[in-house]
């Protein structure tokens, strides 16, 4: 299992000290939040991507995923969405990222107009995203947060280069058994955002396994090569604990979840 932090949890941060991070305490990868108010964002000019690029590569740190924002099954006309669907594409390859991630966001439309919406979408972006060597990653969040939601996208669109990203928090308030979502997200998964919380009325942040998400259960579908990212939502709520204090027991913690089983 290769381990991978979220941005998220540490918003704002310079990007050497998120490298720092990561090599303290033994993840491999990072997970960066591309926005405005971040040091990572898809206006950063071309010189500006590769120093980051580079920083990274010095550090022996992988840039997993560059966590957009784009929302594909939208209500609106497809070309806003397209083309911010090749901006989000274009900045993963110049930071050597392998994914780029992106939400559903189809608010109240009909599921069928939803997902006919992300497919056409997808499906449009996704020989831009193969010419780069980069994977467009649809999340489980939103108007489709079960697995059963975004392989129903995944399938239609039916291209290697669109795949699934597993929030399990999502998809365990969808009400999505650990072992029912693998199987549905298998063939199309990326990777597995793993987070914790007390319950489904208070989904603040926790430290890994001090809540009730079904972690184990998660981790025990994957092969021993998968990547698992902790996505800490201190963004969201700025009261909860700081990740850094955190980043070594999670880390043992999931470790030690994702063991072989005697």
Known sequence: MK???????VPGMPMADV???????GY??????????EPVHPGLSGPERGEVAQEFKRGG??????AGYVRVAAEGEDEP???GLAELVKLAHDLGAQHARVFPGGGSLDPEVAD????RRLAAAAPYAADLGVRIL?????SHRAGADVARVAGTVGHRQVGALWDIMHTWLAGEEPAATHAVLAPHLGYVQVKDIASAQDTRPLALGAGVLPLGACLDTLDADSWVCWEYEKRWHPDAAELPGLLGAGREHLLRLGAPKQ
Not at 116 to 119: F, I, S, V
Request: charged share 20%.
């Open 61 to 66: 740190v992988e840039i997993l995923t560059v």
């Open 138 to 142: 649809l999340e489980t969040h939103d």
């Open 19 to 25: 490298i720092r991070l990561a090599v303290d305490h």
């Open 116 to 119: 006919a919406n992300a497919a």
């Open 81 to 83: 969405v397209i083309a």
């Open 3 to 9: 381990l991978a932090f979220s941005t998220l949890g």
């Open 28 to 37: 491999q990868g990072v997970e960066l939040r591309a926005h405005a108010e």
